[in-house]
């Protein structure tokens, strides 16, 4: 799996005595990049669609929607 990783240019591996292994992205970036390609794969590219999806099946409860809301008024007032 690492050396797969490597050939992905995700870890970067040095051969010393033994092998060392370094990450080359950070946990951010990972879950930036399998959050996106859920949503490509599942919804067509949209993350709207994504929300209606957890909203329909009642994964999100009335703190989690509350606490969605408040992160949307704080995007509409940085752009």
């Given at each position: 799996m690492l050396r797969r990783l490597c050939e992905k240019s995700v870890?970067?591996?040095?051969?010393?005595?033994?092998?060392?292994?370094?990450?080359?992205?950070?946990?951010?970036?990972?879950?930036e990049f399998h959050t996106q390609n859920l949503i490509?794969?599942?919804?067509a590219g949209s993350a709207k669609k994504l929300?209606?999806?957890?909203?329909g099946?009642?994964?999100?409860?009335?703190?989690?929607?509350?606490e969605l809301r408040n992160m949307f008024k704080v995007g509409d007032r940085d752009e």
């Open positions: 870890v970067l591996s040095t051969k010393r005595d033994v092998f060392y292994y370094k990450p080359l992205v950070s946990e951010a970036e990972y879950n490509d794969r599942l919804f929300v209606a999806s957890l909203l099946s009642k994964k999100l409860d009335k703190s989690d929607i509350e």
